[in-house]
């Protein structure tokens, strides 16, 4: 089984809404790339049965932290983490890509889009 990963090879710029690129999987978690242009958004969103945990490699962006629109900018270097239904999502404000690695807790930790209030 591979134990290390080039995040590079995993990174999918485009045009249109981010791409969510696995990197591996098992029934333990799940470890995303995500590469996110200037202007582009990941919707706000809760994982119902666990968390996700971003480390950031390069760029910038509003994090969202909440139902209301609350937001906290993030950047290289930070770390991130939503808890188990936590509102997360983020929208690339800067002239630079937002590049990073996700893991979700466990691999079942579903999906749900969140609307915002503000």
Not at 31 to 55: C, F, L, M, R, S
Not at 80 to 97: I, K
Request: charged fraction near 20%; proline fraction near 8%; hydrophobic fraction near 35%.
């Amino acid at each position: 089984m591979e134990r290390i990963f080039k995040s590079t090879d995993f990174f999918q710029p485009t045009d249109s809404e981010p791409i969510r690129s696995v990197v591996t999987a098992s029934p333990n978690a799940v470890v995303v790339a995500w590469y996110v242009k200037p202007g582009q958004e990941i919707g706000a969103h809760i994982h119902p049965n666990g968390q996700d945990t971003w480390t950031i490699l390069s760029g910038s962006g509003e994090y969202y932290l909440d139902i209301d629109g609350s937001r906290k900018i993030i950047t290289t270097g930070d770390v991130v983490v939503a808890p188990l239904q936590c509102v997360h999502g983020v929208f690339n404000h800067g002239d630079e890509p937002l590049i990073f690695i996700s893991v979700v807790t466990p691999y079942e930790a579903g999906y749900e889009p969140v609307t915002m209030k503000s």
